[in-house]
């Protein structure tokens, strides 16, 4: 039991606890103290592990922040903790507001609230939260998980100015999923013509495509443009003989699939296999049904992707993709009657 006011028969921690459900969980210290603890009582209780400061002076049950997702749930609540402690007039943007709107993005590092507030001058970081002055719309701003938020479009894109090409083609495919039109894409591209980093903007907007059906299939694609061989198709689709088979990415006549733990971890070990001896053999045996086009296939996991492994996979597709070629050629024409043009039911 919390000392101090927290052992008053008169309930003060569960008016705390009524208050903090209003809240999302969260709690200001202002607030803790004007429904009867103490500084003490408050300290007492961050001291002891019953609270985590999410923020300073913002505070939330360490057993609920413990049981949120890590790679959206906390980084939300981390935004609402800051807007909770903010009295000046803003709005979530950028990685905040994707995580408030559900689009999948790449986390960056440092991990940062960011905010854009009206009449600001110069974007400037402060205590985790990054401020930016771009102007936007009044009009134009949604409510997303209960806070205020910059749209869907502009959230892309401006993913896209402050962090490049790759995670802006994350961001930017993600939208388009989630139903963003290029025409959209486009309109609020033109507001941003003389912003820095449009450049980079521009590009995720004309590469982007829906077909890539996740975020790591997106940062595989950026990594295929890079090399500069050739187009690259998502969903790529093959039938024959009743067998229907969907690939991630192809350039002329290689595969690249991207590669997840998942499928071969029951789901006791937090994958989706139901017996992971035959996942791995369904798997060799796609892989076979593909080979057999005469096509070339790479395989890449998710640690082939990041930033100290980037230019060593870049290198070994670029192997790849140049190998098959000179065997097999780049021209898929003699696959017409097996390729399937529609976007795949099922992965």
């Known amino acids: ?23 999302h969980g969260l709690i200001r210290r202002r607030q803790a103290l004007d429904a009867g603890l103490s500084g003490t009582d408050v300290d007492a209780l961050v001291r002891t592990g019953t609270w985590v400061a999410l923020r300073r002076g913002v505070y939330m049950e360490s ?24 009295c000046t007039p803003h709005v979530l943007s950028h990685d905040s507001a994707a995580y408030a709107l559900g689009l999948p993005i790449l986390q960056a590092t440092p991990l940062l609230t960011h905010i854009t507030r009206p009449g600001v001058l110069g974007s400037r970081t402060r205590h985790g939260v990054k401020h930016h002055k771009a102007p936007y719309d009044a009009d134009s701003v949604v409510t997303a998980d209960g806070l205020p938020a910059l749209p869907l479009a502009r959230t892309a894109l401006d993913i896209a100015r402050e962090h490049g090409f790759a995670s ?8 388009r999923r989630l139903g963003v039109t290029l025409e959209q894409l486009r309109h609020e591209l033109h507001r941003m013509r003389s912003w820095a980093g449009v450049t980079q903007v521009r590009r995720a907007v ?40 969907w690939c991630d990415a192809r350039i002329g006549r290689q595969i690249v699939e991207g590669d997840g733990r998942l499928k071969y971890l029951t789901p006791e070990q937090g994958g989706i296999a139901r017996d992971p001896r035959q996942a791995v053999w ?14 070339g296939v790479s395989r890449v996991v998710w640690a082939d992707l990041q930033p100290d492994t980037w230019e060593a996979t870049k290198q070994r597709l670029r192997s790849d993709i140049l190998a098959t070629a000179a065997t097999y050629g780049t021209d898929v ?3 017409a009657p097996f390729i399937v043009r529609r976007p795949p039911t099922a992965a």
């Open 206 to 245: 004309e590469l982007s495509d829906p077909g890539a059906a996740n975020p790591f299939e997106s940062l595989l694609r950026a990594l295929l443009i890079e090399l500069h061989l050739g187009p690259v198709e998502t969903q790529f689709g093959l039938h024959r003989d009743g067998r229907t088979v």
């Open 1 to 23: 039991m919390p000392v101090g006011a927290l052992a008053d028969p008169g309930g003060v921690y569960a008016q705390i606890l009524a208050l903090m459900g209003t809240q």
């Open 168 to 175: 802006g083609l994350v961001a930017v495919d993600g939208a």
């Open 282 to 295: 369904e798997e060799k045996r796609r892989q076979d049904f593909i080979s057999s086009f005469r096509l």
């Open 333 to 335: 024409e003699d696959l």
């Open 63 to 86: 057993g609920a922040w413990a049981a949120l997702e890590r790679w959206r749930e906390q980084p939300l609540q981390q935004a609402r903790a800051a807007s909770l402690n903010m």
